[in-house]
């Protein structure tokens, strides 16, 4: 079974930083590209930042200079480090592991309010 456990969200001011982390399980962890997505309130889920097995890695153009993703391959853990935060990322935050043969695997998603 796979599992995906999101956490470190929590309410930060503007300007703040906030590690998030996901712990997967259930899966061959260093063989999957995995992804932060989020979903603000109203709007679609959209990319933050992937890395890609392989360590190549994009993040979106709002995020770019202020978000890094990062893995432990060694921990099954994929990492958000988000810096300069700003009202408008907030959001729920899901991480997500995407297999080679296109399947995803999503976990419960973590909170993320930046008041200004």
């Known amino acids: 079974q796979v599992l995906l456990v999101e956490s470190g969200g929590d309410l930060v001011q503007a300007g703040g930083s906030l590690r998030l982390s996901c712990a997967a399980s259930?899966?061959?962890?260093?063989?999957?590209?995995l992804a932060w997505y989020r979903q603000a309130p109203g709007k679609q889920r959209e990319l933050v930042a992937r890395t890609a097995f392989g360590d190549s890695t994009i993040y979106a153009d709002s995020v770019k200079g202020r978000f890094t993703i990062s893995r432990d391959n060694a921990k099954n853990t994929v990492y958000l480090q988000m810096n300069s935060l700003k009202p408008e990322d907030t959001a729920v935050y899901y991480c997500a592991a995407e297999a080679l043969s296109g399947s995803t695997y999503w976990g419960q998603g973590t909170q993320v309010t930046v008041s200004s």
């Open positions: 259930g899966i061959i962890f260093s063989l999957m590209s």
